[in-house]
């Protein structure tokens, strides 16, 4: 029998965003390889119950993340593989007999730097040099774009490995939940959402701006509608309706009935939302930023800095086919995508 120790910091997170899905999704797929390996989830505890509770778990995490950088605080002895899900780490000294690794999720700090604070971009900078000079760390990407731009910086093939993220399979719909949400908030028709964390690097002002240029033409987009939990940074959402971070099975339910799932970020690392869009059947229109998408036939790409090519990108994908053999086909394009399947992706690279 096997150990990995695998870094759950990230769902320890307010807001643990598409990341946090990766941590969940390896942890689940792991369990389909039980039988040969056994997993310890390593991160701060969870206090939280009280003020004073969430103040000390904010603190722990501080400690882990600088302890971590320098050691393998938490891991008990004897892991075969130390894995950290972030740049948090942990990245302890070499050890004889263990395998260490990291996902690199993005370049995000350096993408777009006004998405996180001065503070942000050089933990991440510093973070990664450190993986970077680090020989023994194995280094886990997910796009082959990813790949190249990690080889760029002089790390050698040999220590880089591709992954493909998985999905949830939508067995959850909360139906009512999701109507009874719609309705507090007037919307009882046809209406597009734009589903993931708000923040500045989504491009959801541009968004707004050319889904009210696509509505005059094409009212059959109804209103725009996030849903999500509010990042790092000030977006203004200019009136337009907000739901706030719900529940899996609601979210599930809301793909489903949405028209459309637009998603146009400036940049990403790799974009979850528009294939969890597309495993339930819905139409989606994404930005070429998005690496998820690229190459699919099934989903209308625009230019993420210009409005015209958003506004006529959300009417092209409306006046896709949506009867019940177009929603099977977007369906049966994912079925691959499985959490138990970058589980096996992630222990080839570790062999």
């Known amino acids: 029998m096997r150990t990995v120790a695998i870094s759950v910091d990230q769902l ?12 969940r999704g390896l942890l689940d797929g792991m369990q389909e390889h039980h039988g040969e390996w056994t997993v310890q989830e390593v ?20 400690y882990y993340t600088e302890r971590w950088a320098r050691s393998d605080f938490g891991v008990a002895p004897g892991a075969t ?28 700090w350096r993408d777009q730097p006004d998405s996180t604070t001065a503070r942000g971009r050089e933990f991440h900078e510093s973070r990664f040099q450190l993986v970077r000079r680090r020989e023994d760390i194995r280094i886990f990407v997910t796009t082959p774009a990813m790949a190249e731009r990690v080889a760029a910086e002089g790390v050698a093939a040999s220590r880089i490995f591709p992954i493909t993220l998985g999905l949830d399979r939508p067995s ?12 507090t908030h007037g919307v009882t028709g046809p209406f597009t959402l734009c589903a993931g964390t708000i923040e500045a690097r989504k491009n959801l002002p541009r968004l707004i701006a050319a889904h009210r240029l696509a509505r005059h033409q094409t009212p059959e987009l109804g209103p725009l509608v996030f849903v999500g939990p509010r990042g790092w940074g000030d977006v203004n959402l200019d009136g337009e309706i907000s739901l706030g971070a719900v529940e899996r099975g ?15 970020p400036l940049a990403e690392g790799w974009g979850l939302p528009p294939l969890e869009a597309l495993n339930v059947g819905t139409r989606v229109v994404a930005s ?29 994908a409306v006046a896709l086919a949506d009867d019940g053999a177009s929603r099977a086909a977007r369906r049966s394009s994912v079925a691959s995508l499985t959490w138990g399947a970058m589980a096996q992706q992630h222990i080839a690279g570790w062999q």
């Not at 991160?43 to 501080?62: D, Q």
Request: glycine share 12%; hydrophobic share 40%; no cysteine.
């Open 12 to 23: 320890r997170r307010p807001q643990p965003g598409g990341i946090g899905t990766y941590v």
């Open 43 to 62: 991160g701060p505890p969870i206090l939280g119950g009280s003020r004073w509770g969430a103040v000390a778990e904010k603190l722990r995490g501080r």
């Open 81 to 108: 593989v130390i894995h950290a899900t972030t740049f948090t780490g942990p990245f302890g000294p070499p050890l004889a007999g263990t395998i260490r690794s990291v996902t690199v999720q993005d370049f995000v």
């Open 172 to 183: 959850d719909l909360s139906g009512d939940a999701a109507t009874r949400l719609l309705d």
């Open 250 to 264: 609601v979210l599930n339910a809301l793909l489903t009935r949405a028209s459309v799932l637009a998603y146009v």
């Open 288 to 316: 070429t930023s998005v690496p998820s998408i690229e190459g699919r036939s099934d989903v209308v790409t625009v230019d993420a800095l210009a409005l015209e090519s958003i506004a006529e990108g959300l009417t092209r």
